[in-house]
């Protein structure tokens, strides 16, 4: 999905995949790079594996990208709209294209004709946030953007929308985990080693700064569990030294094969406020058990942000120290899984076991 947002939608269209959900219908497509066909999100042929589907917010985007439209769920022919995608559709196209403009619910409803009410409580239903975050989210991605491709700071700050320099550091730089002009340098003078060991769910990643661990990362190659660890910081000095954190990887191999109850790690991880928040009450889950993304929702005194709990889950950097694997659907089937479903499910095997 070629949009500055495209961060903050994969997990939230993913999830729609999943759930075969028709209300996301005309919202958006996906397409599958293994049969080469694009389809609804309600589509009920099998579900394909994670790293073969992109997202595209058109119809005509997938097709020009050399994709076909599905036999099954037949995207390209006339349908009713869904009331609900479209009006999403407008909210997000009229935020995506006024990032500048203070955007509140009043001036949304006035350029939509509807009341902030309906409007407020339409759009989290879908996306799980209010438009406000959501307006956020794509300030951050644009600024993001801007430090990536080279732009000096106050440049990246103008084009995503930022009103002031303070507001920028107030809101983004949390987020970034680093200053703006750091992570327009890729993250240059961040100094992390990591080290690769087999364990019982395939090859295992563990990266640390001089603070504590910042990444924990399941595989099935060294080659892609190093290029994706290099890929949002390409100048941070990553260096590769097994020996310095055997103490680490032992405990977390030692811990999947059912040896270890408990693991002690210290973490150097960044995070927004709700993510902490979520992150925190997952540690409190005990070994062997579950909640569902709706009882954590209701857990942090967020009942309504079960989308937001679940993009929280895919977005955790740290697999087993934060043990998102422990939360399902409602319905106690295993939901997503950021390392895959497949070891989600034996994670849960074994520690029930």
Known sequence: MPSEEQSFWDANFWEAVLRHDARMDGFFYYAVLTSGVYCRPSCA?????????????????????????????????????????????????????????????????RELSLSPFHLQRTFKSLVGIAPRAYADACRLEVL??????????????????????????????????????????????AAIRYGIVDSALGKLLVAATPRGICAIRFGDSRRALETGLREEFPNSQIERDDPALVAWTSQLVEHLAGRRDRIDLPLDIRA??????????????????????????????????????????AANPVAIAIPCHRVERQDGSPGGYRWGIERKQRLLEAERR
């Open 144 to 189: 993001k953007r801007g430090l990536r491709r080279g732009d000096a700071v106050t440049r990246a700050m103008v084009d995503a929308g930022y009103s002031s320099s303070s507001r920028l550091y107030e809101r983004a730089a949390s987020q970034l985990g680093m200053a703006p002009s750091a992570y327009r340098e890729g993250g240059a003078g």
């Open 45 to 109: 042929a099998r579900r394909p594996r994670r790293e073969n589907v992109l997202f595209f917010r058109e119809r005509w985007e997938a097709e020009r990208a050399g994709f076909r439209a599905c036999l099954r769920c037949r995207p390209a022919a006339p349908s009713a709209a869904n009331p609900q995608a479209e009006l999403v559709r407008r909210v997000c196209r009229f935020i995506e294209s006024h990032l500048d403009e203070p955007l509140t619910l009043e001036t949304l409803g």
């Open 272 to 313: 927004t406020a709700f993510q902490r928040l979520v992150w925190e009450h997952l540690r409190s889950i005990p070994r062997g058990g579950t909640e569902s993304y709706s009882a954590v929702a209701r857990a942090i005194g967020h009942p309504k942000a079960v989308r937001a709990v679940a993009r929280a889950c």
